[in-house]
């Protein structure tokens, strides 16, 4: 079983991809999402560009790929989390996340399902 969404999928589908993130990220929404406020959903593009521009992900080039401080800071705080925590939820990762940044009452949204994703199926750095 996945411990992560549609968004973690699309995130694997554009590293696969090869090729500039933004465009293979474009890409890969087309295939999986129908409507296009799913494919424009900013929260895990800009988790994925974040990770790309920090050179996480294997095989894509650091870069400036996305204006989002936020979820970059989301998906790197729970990539050194899962580091030491590699078999957390996707909940309690959150959590975790939330906690080592000072969050208070605040939702993912699809952010830990990109950085699951990646985690999972080895395309972290």
């Known amino acids: 079983m996945n411990r992560y969404n549609e968004y973690g999928l699309t995130a694997k589908k554009a590293v696969v991809k090869n090729g500039n993130p933004i ?3 474009i890409l890969a929404t087309k295939e999986i999402f129908k ?9 895990p593009k800009s988790t994925f560009l974040g990770l790309c521009e920090e050179g996480l992900i294997k095989g894509i080039s650091k870069g400036n ?5 936020l979820n ?6 729970a ?18 996340v939330k ?5 208070d009452k605040k939702e993912h949204n699809s952010q830990m399902d990109v950085v699951l994703a990646l985690w999972d199926n080895k395309l972290l750095v």
Do not use: D, G, M
Request: aromatic share 10%; with cysteine; proline share 2%.
């Open 79 to 96: 990539v050194k989390i899962l580091k030491s925590n590699p078999t957390l939820s996707k909940k309690e990762l959150w959590e975790h």
């Open 72 to 77: 970059k800071q989301y998906a790197i705080t």
């Open 65 to 69: 790929y996305t204006r989002s401080k």
């Open 35 to 43: 409507t296009k406020s799913l494919r424009e959903k900013n929260c």
């Open 99 to 103: 906690k080592e940044l000072f969050i």
């Open 23 to 25: 465009e293979t990220w």
